[in-house]
C-alpha cells in the first residue's frame, strides 16, 4: 500500500504546490496553450490537448490522490496564487522498494527563473521526508538539455540510458535515467533551504 500524504500547500519562497481542484480547468488550460511548441517535443500527451484533456486530467488527478496511486501539484506563484506556473507529479514506481518518480513542465512564458528547479526540489523533498522513499528518478528524454541541467544542479546521478523509451509524435525518443538516493538527499538539503528553494 503507498503511503498518503496530506493536501495542504508547500511553500517555498516564491512557490506554493497544491493539489489539483476542480476550478484549475481554465488556467490549467491556458498555461498549456501557451506551452504547446515547448511541451510538445518532450511530452507524449501534449498532441491534441485541448479544455476537454484539462477537465480529464484534473479528474483523474482528484481520483489518484485520493487512492494514493499519483500526487499531481499544481505550481503557483505565491504572489500570484491565480496564475498556473505548471505542473509537477510525484508517484510510486515500486512500493515494495520504496522508489518514485518525478515529472514537471513549467509554461513557456516564464521558463529560465528557476521555477521548474524549484520545484522539483520541493517534490524530491516531497519524496524523501513524506513518502519516505529510498530512492527518487527522473526520465529525460536525450536533448532536452533544460530537464537535465535541473537533475544536475540536485545531484542526480545519469544510470543510463532506456532506447526508443517514449513515442512522441511519431517519433520515438530516448530516455536517460537519473536517481537520487535518500543518503544523498540530507546533505545538500540546508543549501536548498538556505536558498529558499524548500521551506
Ligand atoms: C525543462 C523545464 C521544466 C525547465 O523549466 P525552467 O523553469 O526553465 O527551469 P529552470 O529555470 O530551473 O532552468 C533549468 C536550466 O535550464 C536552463 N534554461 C532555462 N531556460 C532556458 C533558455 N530559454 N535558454 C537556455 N537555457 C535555459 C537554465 O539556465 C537552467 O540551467 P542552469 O541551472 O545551469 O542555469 C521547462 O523548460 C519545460 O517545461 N520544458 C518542457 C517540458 C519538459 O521538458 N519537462 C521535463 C520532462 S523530463
Do not use: C
Not at 481554465?26 to 500527451?45: C, G, M, T, Y
Not at 528557476?114 to 528518478?137: C, D, N, P, S
Request: glycine share 8%; hydrophobic share 40%.
Amino acid at each position: 500500500m503507498a503511503t498518503a500524504i496530506h493536501s495542504h500547500p508547500r511553500l517555498s519562497r516564491r512557490l506554493l504546490l497544491r493539489p489539483f481542484k476542480r476550478r484549475d480547468v481554465a488556467s490549467l488550460h491556458e498555461a498549456i496553450d501557451v506551452s504547446i511548441a515547448d511541451l510538445q517535443p518532450w511530452l507524449p500527451w501534449v498532441s491534441g490537448y485541448d479544455r476537454g484533456s484539462a477537465q480529464r486530467f484534473v479528474r483523474e488527478s482528484v481520483a489518484a490522490w485520493a487512492e494514493h496511486r499519483a500526487y499531481d501539484f499544481a505550481i503557483r506563484p505565491l504572489d500570484q496564487p491565480e496564475r498556473h506556473l505548471g505542473n509537477v507529479s510525484i508517484w510510486h514506481t515500486s512500493v515494495q522498494n520504496d522508489i518514485g518518480e518525478i515529472g514537471y513542465w513549467i509554461r513557456s512564458d516564464e521558463v529560465g527563473r528557476g521555477y521548474g528547479r524549484e520545484a522539483t526540489t520541493m517534490a524530491v523533498q516531497i519524496g524523501f521526508e513524506e513518502l519516505h522513499l529510498h530512492k527518487v528518478q527522473l526520465r529525460i528524454a536525450v536533448g532536452n538539455i533544460r530537464s537535465e541541467r535541473i537533475a544536475e544542479r540536485l545531484g542526480f546521478t545519469n544510470e543510463g540510458t532506456l532506447r526508443d523509451e517514449v513515442k512522441v509524435d511519431g517519433r520515438w525518443l530516448d530516455h536517460t535515467v537519473w536517481s537520487l538516493l535518500e543518503a544523498e538527499w540530507w546533505p545538500q538539503r540546508d543549501r536548498h533551504r538556505a536558498e529558499g528553494t524548500i521551506a
